[in-house]
């Protein structure tokens, strides 16, 4: 029975990437490798042809008639292994293991309801969720979507925007009757203004100043949280002030639950929810994109 080599187009894109690079040192680097394992390599399937593919010499790197043919269908061949394994991807059934990390307004008023409708469709997906505002590293947590309020703070991520809401400062009407109603930023220092436990990348409330210019107040107050719904529901409870993003609240605005405060002063500035995930878009698992498709179509801010 003939061998079967199970790594020969392993072979066939060492010797592409030393014919591209130039150099054996260069093609290591690209590839990963040590320069005597790729010349080991190189011998071996010349040795596996019978044929010589490349002159070495101290200076450089010459192409045999042999090798610059096995080069041109080396080119070939790997490229219609690339176009076989993007078919293949493109057409696989969405399964296996979808690691989601989630921060907690987004999980628990829009992730988990809809969970439902999404297992439905992917039966062979197993979502395995995990609720929290702590910036998380994608790659440490093995996540393979995390879900964020807020600016995108790492490059090598990509983030696919859900929609994006107005930041609103506001207060439960009890303690708006007990302390009264901001009439200016400068007022807040004499409110109770609830903040976050953990570091943000915008540290503060953004607001425009009775000169019209920016101004950015740090919110001082007796009571500190870990996360957006804490934060709504001690602000439902009359702890102090808070501001939250405007979808976040809408049905509490909406039920008189809670009440804007300081909208003269509000510059306008809006909150994007995105799904982070670690690119490029082309090369994600079907689970992951059936996800993040989903997610695009069925989330709805609430009005």
């Not at 107005?166 to 807040?188: E, K, Q």
């Not at 920016?214 to 001082?220: F, G, L, S």
Request: proline content about 6%; overall charge neutral; charged content about 25%.
């Amino acid at each position: 029975m003939a061998r079967i080599d199970i790594n020969r187009s392993g072979d066939i894109e060492v010797f592409v990437r030393v014919v591209e690079r130039g150099t054996l040192t260069e093609a290591s680097r690209v590839l990963g490798m040590t320069p005597s394992a790729v010349s080991k390599l190189l011998r071996r399937l010349e040795d596996r042809l019978g044929t010589r593919l490349i002159n070495r010499t101290t200076r450089r790197l010459q192409l045999t008639p042999e090798g610059a043919a096995f080069y041109e269908n080396g080119l070939r061949i790997l490229g219609e292994i690339d176009a076989a394994e993007q078919e293949a991807a493109a057409g696989a059934t969405p399964r296996g293991r979808l690691r989601v990390n989630c921060n907690v307004p987004f999980g628990q008023h829009y992730l988990l309801p809809l969970l439902a409708e999404f297992l439905e469709r992917y039966p062979e997906i197993v979502v395995d969720v995990s609720l929290t505002d702590r910036v998380v590293d994608l790659l440490e947590e093995r996540a393979d979507v995390a879900i964020r309020a807020g600016p995108l703070r790492e490059s090598r991520l990509v983030a696919r925007k859900l929609w994006q809401s107005r930041m609103v400062i506001v207060g439960a009407p009890d303690y708006l009757a007990r302390y009264g109603v901001p009439g200016t930023p400068a007022d807040l220092a004499s409110h109770n203004c609830l903040d976050f436990g953990f570091s943000r990348l915008v540290d503060g409330w953004a607001l425009v100043g009775e000169d019209g210019n920016p101004a950015m107040v740090k919110p001082r107050g007796n009571a500190l949280v870990g996360d957006g719904e804490s934060l709504r529901l001690m602000t439902l409870a009359g702890v102090g002030l808070g501001r939250l993003s405007r979808n976040h609240i809408q049905p509490d605005i909406n039920s008189g639950a809670l009440v804007p405060v300081l909208e003269a002063f509000n510059p306008g500035d809006e909150e994007p929810v995105q799904a982070i995930y670690v690119g490029p878009s082309k090369h994600l698992p079907a689970r992951v994109r059936a996800f993040l498709d989903f997610l695009a179509a069925n989330v709805r801010p609430h009005e």
